[in-house]
């Protein structure tokens, strides 16, 4: 604490110098932020991941070759057959191509020569084929090594052992096939069993680290699970929330019980809109009965990107506030990963997007939400996942001037995609956690893609912050 | 001028409180059934009910009572449509695609309503009850404004000297027969097709639909449609032929089995004595359509698609997918994951918003499917069937996977028109593409395949009317995804697309000399 203050004073002192021709536009608030998002920023020049995250984001044509071949390297038996995909693909980019493109592709790669080439050199010999696949297949394996912690929660233990021993908690995401079938419900749900098993055992092992094992409300759970109520049953059904509700129910149940006899956290997260209402129902008709009233420690969703989640955050609270629990709900504050599959979806369909148009406007609904659920604390734990920068900073803020400690607000960042701020913000000795994706690499390819296509969106934080724009504007009020 | 043509939205049944307006709109037509359907003619209407339509899932339940159009009727019917058409055919094409468009509004108005009757007279459940009202109003808009586009359309060479004109002129009087299973979006877009290009539209319904052609027919009324332009022919087989017969009919748009279809193709082309042109057919057949699925697809997405396209509405769309061709390597992963994923299927009745399947339309339909899966089963096929209880009323059928099917077995060969999937392993594609070139349909077709060059090659080879790559094969949009067969599946042309139209036209080229004295004045 002393040093979060000493560090907090330096910082504030450095902001009023530097930052003295901002200052007199912003108000006291937006200034503070900046403050924070200047501590937390990582290096101001761009790494070479960086570099090619932005190269990415700057052609579509090009990513959307590389995302097709990471997509597809798990259905293919053997570098050969990768290797003409990767050169079917390269061949496509490099086509300019007509009405049916994607927005932004229309004129092929700007790389077009080099693609065309390389997918010729890919597809000509016999010779070339197959490096090319051994080198791609590599490549996708690396890239996937990156954002997943280990192929079963034992593989993943020491990893997220040394992320304990960094400052920064974990929780657990079991990466999988979709659920079709109850027989892949049920093994879903036995692997949720089992990690519970294995982080509770593994856990016990860590040594104390008392930032991230209790704030004001109590303690906290060292070993946590993330898990996907889509992925305990096959019955989603938009049109009748309830078939997936009865279907997935006593499994959830099984694993709450689990949890709480582990003593870890079980959070349930949320995908798309059509699963939504059975998620959430799901969620808090089961932590309002009996036997969860004091445990365990748990979770839900609210994606800010839903032009509706500020009325998702008045049913929780409400729910909260009715509930007759001992145990806090933790509520993970998101802007959500599903953007486009949302917008695709509504356009198709005739409808009003469910998600907001602009970023800003989700950004600005993501601060409207933060005091909100911090003015709920203890009943509610905020954990706050984004890792956009000025985000990050007002909660933080946020959190300070709702007279909250530091470990009284969580922050969460994705594993390989968050890993320095992660480290930034445990340096500042507040309380980071990591998600932390767990499986194999074909069953874990659906996730990969969709966190590689948010990483390299125009739009995103990090493809912006990549390409060198000035923090101060990225630290402007959304 | 009106605004460019966007289709209709859905309603977004994931919403709680739509749902709620739909139970109610369903509560509300209870009340008043049976509706009764009569034949009506230039603004008069017959009532002699004879024919019922019931709910297929609850077969005491009768949900209208129609009248059956004699042959009289019909020669009537012709004769004021004949009479009233002219005007029609002259008037400019803006003035119909208006008439179109009010009705289009009244269908609009009575949306839930209308879902709500196709759910009770054809058994369909509720997100394709909802989709098939969509697609009837799509149908009104899309085909007035193809109309005015087509009049608009200046196409021919010009030189000095002389005018060249091309006239897309109605062709006289259509007769429009319908099929149950899009039981207002097709009577609907056909109907729609004609006036919009200036013909006068005769209907008949299919015996099993008769209300939801009702609302069509109030529609067009309220639209303000000159009387005798559109008539209400309900009735069994016997109207549909004597319209086909019929000198006076000059274009027969037909969508329904290919067994009739053909009939219609056949008869049409006799010239009955005092008959001074030819008829036209435009007739949507049948299907057995394959999905093709590669060694390199993504079952999580293939199974869920395969699913809905197979077994929405029970099997009962020319759209369906019957066979799965899946490349050996993953023949036996897909087949377990089907077999796993049938049992998540709940047969019930259509009203329920958590049934997946309804029942079938009528007794018959039921007994074919259940008997050529037991031929399937008997020459040595494994059958799986979803388990769990169907209801005791009605027309249920449990979806069925089938593999191993004998290769010249109904289970392969036929249009069952109901919930039955043969999955069959493949080489690879170009022997999956070989098997669908040996088929005589060729309406619709599915390709799971992450590899651009085997979506050309199947692009390529496919005799398909509508392929469908890495989705669903049904569901085609007006406008977006112009939908019809080839082959014995149709006549190959686009329905919701931009030439359809011309099947319901007659050009006209005048070319006037422009040149007096030797000047010219054009």
Redesign the interface.
């Known amino acids: 604490m002393t040093e979060v203050r000493s560090r907090g004073g330096r910082a504030r002192g450095l902001g009023r110098l530097g930052g003295r021709r901002y200052l007199h536009r912003m108000s006291a608030l937006d200034g503070e932020i900046a403050v924070w998002g200047r501590r937390l920023a990582g290096p101001a020049r761009p790494s070479a991941r960086d570099r090619a995250t932005a190269l990415l984001s700057r052609d579509p044509a090009l990513r959307a070759a590389l995302f ?1 071949v990471v ?2 390297a798990p ?3 053997g570098p050969g ?1 990768l290797a ?2 990767l050169a ?2 390269l ?2 980019a490099a086509r300019p191509r007509g009405g049916g493109a994607p927005a932004g592709s229309d004129a092929g790669s700007r790389l077009a020569p080099v693609l065309a080439a390389a997918g010729a050199r890919v597809a000509g010999s016999r010779a070339g084929r197959v490096p090319a696949g051994v080198a791609a297949r590599l490549a996708v394996r690396a890239t996937a090594r990156r954002f997943i912690a280990g192929a079963t929660p034992a593989a993943a233990a020491p990893e997220l052992g040394r992320l304990w021993s960094a400052g920064i908690a974990s929780t657990v995401d079991l990466l999988g ?2 659920t ?5 419900g049920r093994a879903y749900a036995a692997r949720c069993a089992d990690a519970l098993d294995t982080l509770a055992a593994t856990a016990a092992r860590w040594p104390p680290a008392p930032l991230l094992e209790a704030d004001a409300a109590g303690p906290l759970p060292r070993a946590s699970l993330s898990v996907k109520v889509t992925a305990l049953t ?2 989603v ?7 997936g509700r009865a279907d997935a129910a006593d499994a959830l149940r099984d694993l709450l019980r689990r949890a709480r006899d582990h003593g870890a956290h079980l959070h349930v997260d949320m995908e798309s ?2 699963a939504r ?1 059975l998620v959430l129902e799901l969620a808090l008709e089961l932590l309002s009965e009996r036997e969860f009233r004091d445990g365990p420690s748990a979770g839900i969703v609210v994606q800010a990107y839903l032009r509706d989640s500020e009325q998702q955050v008045d049913r929780v609270l409400a729910w909260a506030r009715a509930a007759d629990r001992s145990a806090s709900l933790t509520v993970r504050l998101v802007k959500g990963a599903y953007w486009d599959q949302e917008t695709i979806e509504a356009l198709h ?3 009003t997007p469910p998600v907001w148009s602009r970023k800003g406007d989700s950004d600005r609904c993501f601060e409207r939400i933060v005091p909100r659920l911090l003015a709920a604390f203890p009943a509610v734990r905020t954990a706050v996942a984004t890792h956009n920068l000025r985000s990050v900073a007002h909660a933080i803020v946020a959190a300070r001037r709702a007279g909250l400690a530091p470990a009284d607000l969580e922050l969460q960042v994705l594993r390989g995609l968050g890993d320095e701020l992660a480290a930034a913000l445990a340096a500042e000795r507040l309380r980071v956690r990591a998600y932390c994706p767990v499986g194999d690499l074909v069953a874990g390819m ?1 996730y990969l893609v969709r966190r590689l296509l948010e990483n390299t969106a125009n739009d995103s934080f990090l493809a912006t912050r990549a390409t060198g724009a000035a923090l101060d504007r990225l630290l402007e009020a959304p | 001028m009106s605004a460019p043509f ?5 309603l ?3 919403r ?1 409180s739509v ?1 709620d307006e739909l139970r109610g709109a369903l509560a509300a037509l209870d009340a008043r059934l049976p509706l009764e359907v009569p034949v009506a003619i230039g603004g008069e209407r017959r009532h002699a009910p004879v024919l019922d339509s019931v709910d297929p899932g609850r077969p005491e339940r009768v949900v209208a009572r129609a009248t059956v159009a004699t042959g009289a009727d019909v020669d009537a019917a012709v004769a004021i449509a004949a009479q009233a058409v002219g005007a029609w055919r002259d008037a400019p094409a803006g003035e119909r695609a208006a008439v179109l468009a009010r009705a289009a509004g009244e269908l609009r108005g009575r949306r839930r309503e209308l879902a709500a009757l196709c759910v009770r007279e054809v058994g369909k459940p ?2 394709e009850a909802d989709a098939d009202v969509a697609e009837a109003i799509d149908f009104l808009e899309f085909y007035g404004r193809q109309a005015v586009a087509l009049e608009a359309r200046a196409e021919l060479e010009q030189l000095p000297g002389e005018r060249n004109t091309l006239r897309h002129r109605g062709r006289g009087v259509a007769a429009v027969i319908a099929p149950w299973n899009f039981p207002l979006a097709i009577a609907t877009g056909m109907t729609a097709a004609a006036l919009a290009a200036g013909n006068a539209a005769l209907l008949k319904p299919a015996e099993q639909s008769p209300g939801c052609a009702l609302a069509l027919a109030q529609a067009l009324e309220r639209a303000g449609l000159p009387a005798g332009l559109f008539a209400l022919l309900p009735g069994a087989g016997e109207v549909g032929a004597a319209l086909v017969r019929h000198p006076g009919v000059h274009t027969i748009a037909f969508t329904g089995s290919g067994a009739v279809g053909l009939e219609i193709v056949e008869r049409a082309a006799r010239v009955a004595p005092g008959q001074r042109h030819l008829k036209r057919v435009v007739a949507e057949m049948g299907g057995k359509n394959c999905t093709l699925v590669d ?6 997405d293939a ?2 698609a395969l ?1 809905a396209s197979a077994f929405g509405y029970a099997g009962q769309k020319c759209s369906a997918t019957a066979r799965a061709l899946v490349h050996e ?1 993953l023949h036996a992963p897909l087949l377990e ?1 089907l ?3 049938l ?2 299927l ?1 047969v019930g009745p259509a009203d329920d ?2 049934s ?1 399947l309804g029942p079938l339309i009528e007794a018959d339909a039921r007994d074919r499917v259940e008997g050529a899966l037991r031929d399937a089963a008997a020459a040595g096929a494994r059958v799986d069937r979803t388990v769990g209880e169907l209801p005791d009323d009605g027309w249920f059928v449990a979806p069925a996977v089938v593999a191993g099917a004998p290769a010249d077995g109904a289970v392969v060969r036929a249009e069952l028109f109901g919930p039955v999937l043969s999955v069959e392993p493949v080489r690879g594609m170009e022997e999956a593409c070989d098997r669908v070139d040996e088929q005589s349909y060729a309406l619709t077709g599915g390709l799971f395949s ?4 085997t979506i050309e090659l199947v692009s390529r080879r496919t005799p398909v009317g509508n392929l469908y790559v890495n989705r669903g094969t049904t569901g085609a949009m007006v406008a977006r995804q112009p939908f019809g067969g080839n082959r014995l599946s149709g006549t190959g042309t686009k329905a919701g697309g931009p030439d359809y139209l011309l099947q319901f036209i007659e050009p006209v080229v005048i070319c006037e000399n422009t040149v007096r004295h030797g000047l010219t004045f054009g």
Do not use: I, K, M, Q
Not at chain 1, 180 to 184: F, P, R, Y
């Open positions: 097709r997509d597809v259905a293919c038996d057959e003409d995909h079917a693909y061949e496509e096939e979709a079709v079938t109850a027989a892949e096959p019955l059904r938009p049109a009748a929330p309830e078939r809109l059509d209402e369909r005739g409808w659906a | 966007r289709n209709e939205p859905l977004e049944l994931r709680a749902r509720w997100p060694r390199d697809a993504d079952l999580d199974v869920p699913l390597r994951r077999r796993g994923a049992d998540t709940s918003f958590a997946d992450r590899d651009p060059r």
